[in-house]
Every structure is written in structure tokens, then in C-alpha cells.
């Protein structure tokens, strides 16, 4: 359904976000990307590709960070897996931690939920950084069910905004890690985590904003340009008490 709007609310959780657009925007269309022309892909240029690489990891974090607190109610551990060894091979890695996940799954009595991003240290070795709900585990028996070097474990407290919190791993690579990612994933996360709300009506936007407490904590509010010059303004809340929408 194709929808027009100059507002937008996204609930992730208790993360809510108002969106107010200076122009019209149309949601319900995708472009088909298969039918770009190939030659006009290989002669784009080294800046655009740039461009496009940091427009692509925004978009990702964004969705990361909406998935995060979607899910905050779960999500109750930080967990960074690191190789002993100077492992650089992207595939190879990414087959080993496929491999710790299904290990872990079979570990414990309920279904796994994570997010997880892949960062380079500085040495070139790949590790991963997680935010999953993990039982009790200690530091060893994680390691054991890795088995490929060291594992931190951090709980969760006092964060107003995990998402924004988690998801800062996401936008910290430099031009040198998006050339090892090589176009492949930067984000791995379980297929059963549920989905932040998005709403484009912009009546329905303003009857759940005049609902949000005065109880709830203003965590952003800010003007910003996006990239194609167009002016947005942003506001997000947490809150305090659920809210009937």
C-alpha cells in the first residue's frame, strides 16, 4: 500500500521516534536494484562508492539499533568473541562463529535471540561483539563452547538507549575495514527477534505523540540536514510507562 506522509513514528520497544519531514514522502515501492546497469555500476566512481559504502553501514545501524530495542526486554548480556590467533579470513571466521552459535543453542532450554557486528582490531584479526539473552555462563564454559580464543561477558545496566549504545560498533570501521568487509555483511542476527513498528500516517503520528507521558525522558531532540539537503526534524523518547497506540 503506498502510502503519503510528512511524518513518521518508529516504536522499538520503549524507544519511541518522530520523524517531521520537510518534503512529501511516499513509503509502499521499492526500486528493483537487479536492473541497474552494470556498466553504469562499474564506472561509478571511487568517492560514490565511498558514499555509498557509509549510506549502506547508516542504514544497517539504524536497523541494528531498532532491532536492539525492539528487543530490550530480553537482550541482557554483552558478549565479544575474540580469535587467539591473528585470524583475517573473514569466511572462515564467519563460518566458525556460525558454528559457537549452533554449539550455544544447544545449550541452553529456550530459543537464542542476538545481534551481532563484526569489527577488525587493529592487528587485522576479526572478532565480534553480541547482545543476546544469555542465562548465567561462565566465562569458561563460554570459551569452551568458542573454543577459538577469549570471550568478555558484560552485563546490561543503566543504559537509557541500548540500541544506540550497541549499535556504536557498528559505525566505528574506517575505509581500511570496509575494503576486508568487501561488501559482506557487517550484521548477523537470529531470524526470531521481533520487528520495530513503523507508522506513516501523519494523523495517527500526531494522536501517539499527544500520548506519550510526561513521565517519559526526551533522549534526542535535534534539526538535522539529510543528504540529499532536505531539513528533518527528530525527537526520541523512553518510556516510562506503556502506552496504548
Known amino acids: 500500500m503506498i502510502e503519503k506522509f510528512h511524518k513518521k513514528c518508529v516504536v522499538s520497544g520503549k524507544i519511541i521516534e518522530f520523524y517531521e519531514y520537510e518534503n512529501l514522502h511516499i513509503s509502499g515501492f521499492s526500486v528493483d536494484r537487479t536492473k541497474v546497469d552494470p556498466l553504469l555500476k562499474a564506472n561509478v566512481?571511487?568517492?560514490?562508492?565511498?558514499?555509498?559504502?557509509?549510506?549502506?553501514?547508516?542504514?544497517a545501524c539504524k536497523t541494528m539499533r531498532g532491532l536492539v530495542n525492539a528487543n530490550a526486554d530480553e537482550l541482557n548480556k554483552f558478549v565479544t568473541l575474540t580469535f587467539a590467533k591473528n585470524e583475517q579470513d573473514l569466511s572462515r571466521a564467519n563460518y566458525e562463529f556460525k558454528k559457537f552459535i549452533q554449539r550455544l543453542k544447544r545449550q541452553i532450554p529456550y530459543y537464542l535471540k542476538y545481534v551481532c557486528?563484526?569489527?577488525?582490531?587493529?592487528?587485522?584479526?576479526?572478532?565480534y561483539h553480541l547482545i543476546m539473552n544469555l542465562p548465567y555462563f561462565g566465562?569458561?564454559?563460554?570459551?569452551?563452547?568458542?573454543?577459538h580464543g577469549f570471550v568478555q561477558i558484560n552485563r546490561i545496566d543503566n543504559v537509557q538507549n541500548i540500541g544506540a549504545y550497541?549499535?556504536?560498533?557498528?559505525?566505528k570501521g574506517d575505509d581500511v575495514e570496509a575494503e576486508l568487509l568487501s561488501d559482506r555483511k557487517k550484521f548477523f542476527r537470529s531470524k526470531n527477534l521481533k520487528l520495530p513498528v513503523e507508522y506513516c500516517d501523519d494523523d495517527f503520528v500526531d494522536r501517539i505523540y499527544l500520548k506519550i507521558p510526561d513521565t517519559s525522558r526526551v533522549l534526542q531532540m535535534q534539526d538535522f540536514e539529510a543528504s540529499n539537503g532536505e531539513k528533518i526534524k527528530y525527537t526520541q523518547f523512553r518510556l516510562v510507562e506503556e502506552i496504548e497506540l
Open 45 to 59: 566512481s571511487g568517492f560514490v562508492r565511498k558514499f555509498r559504502r557509509k549510506q549502506s553501514n547508516y542504514r
Open 139 to 147: 566465562k569458561k564454559k563460554l570459551e569452551q563452547l568458542w573454543t
Open 166 to 171: 550497541f549499535s556504536k560498533h557498528g559505525t
Open 117 to 127: 557486528v563484526v569489527e577488525f582490531q587493529k592487528r587485522g584479526a576479526v572478532h
